[in-house]
């Protein structure tokens, strides 16, 4: 029977595989027919900052507590053939909702409201699969967006502290997954295996990009139809020649973001809007360390419309009007890990990973004239924990984490008030029954 750090090595290293190279080997083994499962975490956090970040001298300092379920997510698995597979997961987060606006075209387009409550209810992926040959495979219908390290590699044993990293999830949608067609495969052997993807998906809708979080809130979802007006194309390839090795690029572009407006005419007379994006991420691992890094930097062409126009946005709409919205955004990140069992040579003792994480984050790196950019927005975050693995499917995290509000520098002081929080979780991933 293998020890279990060597089968929490195989967990990990299955979970990561990401949705080209290891979907399809997933998708053809392991299960005959069905499988269900799915994953979920729970986080309680000690800080030391209000909830106001953007006054004279930033977040004031105070001391609060949060507990929270971030997500609790469903996934079943159904093979109709052996070539034909769907695939569905269902995410609840922070304890479910019930929300639904409507555009009341008889009313002049006003937005209407049916109900609210807190959190989100969200189908997260619901798509066939036709797998062909291990090169070029075809995916329709509601998939993850395979840009930046996050939303690639999401579930929670892929990341080592509580929360996922801020440095992607403040400016890019997380978990991000829309609507289209997609096409994978793995091709070449040995020091020159790639996985590939490409996707046609539901672009980004500028009526959602804002101050503190970019393009993050132009993903669409509010509404029972998505504007396909100017979609958006990604594409992700990945190296895997080396063993323990996948590094990464991932790209992204939406034509016109203003075409998918919820108004159509609301951008129209101001030209387009396109958004461009780039990533790079790594990840290397082998049975004493894990080291990752990922570099995310995007482009917001005639974002002067996008401000002047959504400053005017009906106070109704569930978008934040938060202004201005930046033309650049530059985010990255480090971290590293070591399996302190087998760094320290000490046999059947528990997975414990020790850890520590650097990232920088700005949303509005650089911003058009004659807007100015809020520094307030500009961080450098260290953070350092521990995550055990009780089970090889369920990690038990607790970390210290350190923000500075309004400097690049990784070891300097912000000009505001610095946040600091210590935080502890629980998360779990698994396939519950396989027929």
């Not at 969200?122 to 395979?146: C, D, K, S, W, Y």
């Amino acid at each position: 029977m293998k020890g279990k750090s060597e089968i929490t090595g195989m967990l990990l290293m299955l979970v990561a595989a990401g949705p080209a190279m290891a979907q399809e080997a997933a998708d053809t083994a392991g299960y005959s027919r069905f499988r269900f499962g799915g994953y979920g975490e729970i986080v309680a956090s000690f800080k030391d900052y209000g909830i106001n970040r953007f006054q004279k001298n930033g977040a004031t300092k105070e001391r609060r507590n949060t507990i929270a379920i971030p997500r609790f997510v469903l996934a079943i698995d159904y093979k109709f053939t052996p070539k034909w597979i769907l695939g569905a997961e269902i995410e609840f987060e922070a304890g479910g909702t019930g929300v639904a606006y409507e555009l009341e075209n008889s009313e002049n387009g006003e937005y209407e409201t049916e109900v609210e409550k807190g959190g989100e209810v969200a189908l997260e992926q619901f798509h066939i699969t036709r797998l062909i040959v291990p090169g070029f495979n075809v995916r329709a219908g509601h998939m993850i967006v395979p840009f930046g390290l996050t939303n690639t590699h999401h579930e929670p044993v892929n990341f080592f502290g509580t929360v996922r990293p801020e440095s992607e999830t403040v400016m890019l949608p997380s978990t991000w997954h829309e609507t289209g067609l997609a096409f994978f495969g793995t091709v070449g052997r040995g020091h020159a295996t790639f996985d590939w993807q490409a996707m046609v998906v539901a672009g980004l809708n500028a009526n959602g990009f804002d101050r503190d979080t970019w393009i993050a809130g132009g993903k669409q979802g509010f509404f029972e139809t998505d504007n396909f007006t100017s979609p958006g194309y990604v594409a992700r390839v990945d190296y895997r020649g080396v063993k323990g090795l996948r590094a990464g690029v991932s790209m992204y572009y939406c034509h016109d973001a203003g075409a998918n407006s919820d108004k159509s005419q609301t951008y129209a007379a101001d030209g387009r809007i396109p958004v461009a994006m780039a990533s790079f991420d790594a990840q290397y691992r082998n049975r004493y360390v894990t080291l990752r890094g990922d570099v995310v930097y995007g482009h917001v062409g005639n974002t002067e419309s996008v401000n002047g126009k959504n400053n005017k946005l009906p106070g109704a709409s569930p978008y934040s009007r938060l202004l201005p919205v930046a033309k650049n955004a530059l985010s990255y990140g480090v971290e590293a890990g070591f399996n302190l069992g087998n760094v320290a040579g000490i046999k059947r003792m528990p997975v414990i990973y020790p850890f520590v994480r650097y990232e920088y984050f700005n949303p509005q790196k650089s911003v058009a004239t004659p807007a100015t950019a809020d520094r307030r927005l500009e961080v450098s975050k260290w953070s350092a924990g521990v995550n055990w693995y009780a089970l090889p499917n369920l990690v038990v995290k607790a970390d210290y984490s350190n923000r500075q509000i309004g400097t690049s520098n990784p070891f300097g002081s912000g000009r505001y008030n610095s946040e600091n929080e210590v935080s502890v979780g629980i998360a779990y991933i698994g396939w519950f029954i396989k027929k």
